[in-house]
């Protein structure tokens, strides 16, 4: 469990708040679905926080999602370092904003238990273009385009390294 609230580090609590990391869920569903029409797999919304949050990492994305994941990561095996370490240790971070993004009507759950965005428009604010948040929110759609075209849960992990 994430330490509560008055206890995390400024750093920690602008970064890691459940707001933001919501955005960036939401996001790499949008993406997700954008490419496949059932949703985001629940397991797959834990690897968005430890790649996109990570600026070495999302840094190297490729410019377009033609590129295969896996060939990808062949050519940046450095990105896998720490990687797995990461997603446990965000964990925490990501099971609370995904709760604050079903009680907030950001996501929701399809009827097979994928993530899905709520019915409605979500107005976002105005950052400047060039901005990390606004590149992080860019780098979450990609993310989730580019894991719906990578095959099922189990191939997202395993070219990841990650174990769920």
Same mark, same amino acid.
């Given at each position: 469990?994430?330490?509560?609230?008055?206890?995390?580090?400024?750093?920690?609590?602008?970064?890691?708040?459940?707001a933001?990391?919501?955005?960036?869920?939401r996001?790499?569903?949008?993406?997700?679905l954008?490419e496949?029409?059932?949703?985001?797999?629940y397991?797959?919304?834990?690897?968005?926080?430890?790649?996109?949050?990570?600026k070495?990492t =999302? %840094?190297?994305?490729?410019?377009?999602?033609?590129?295969?994941?896996?060939?990808?990561?062949q050519?940046?095996?450095?990105?896998?370092?720490g990687?797995?370490? =990461?997603?446990?240790?965000?964990?925490?971070?990501?099971r609370?904003?995904?709760?604050?993004?079903?009680?907030?009507?950001?996501?929701?759950?399809?009827? %097979?238990?994928?993530?899905?965005?709520a019915k409605g428009?979500v107005?976002?604010?105005?950052? %400047?273009?060039?901005?990390?948040?606004?590149?992080?929110v860019?780098?979450?759609?990609?993310?989730?385009?580019?894991?719906? =075209?990578s095959? %099922?849960?189990?191939?997202?992990?395993g070219?990841?390294?990650v174990v769920?």
């Amino acid at each position: 469990m994430p330490l509560p609230w008055t206890s995390r580090p400024t750093e920690v609590a602008n970064l890691l708040n459940p707001a933001f990391c919501s955005l960036l869920l939401r996001e790499a569903v949008l993406g997700y679905l954008k490419e496949h029409a059932q949703g985001m797999p629940y397991a797959v919304s834990f690897l968005v926080l430890p790649i996109v949050l990570h600026k070495a990492t =999302r %840094d190297t994305f490729p410019a377009s999602i033609s590129t295969k994941l896996h060939a990808w990561l062949q050519e940046n095996q450095v990105t896998r370092v720490g990687l797995s370490s =990461r997603a446990r240790g965000l964990v925490p971070y990501s099971r609370e904003a995904l709760i604050y993004s079903l009680s907030s009507s950001l996501l929701s759950v399809s009827r %097979d238990g994928r993530l899905v965005p709520a019915k409605g428009k979500v107005k976002l604010p105005k950052w %400047d273009k060039d901005s990390e948040v606004t590149t992080c929110v860019k780098k979450a759609y990609f993310l989730g385009r580019w894991f719906a =075209r990578s095959g %099922d849960t189990t191939t997202v992990f395993g070219f990841l390294g990650v174990v769920p």
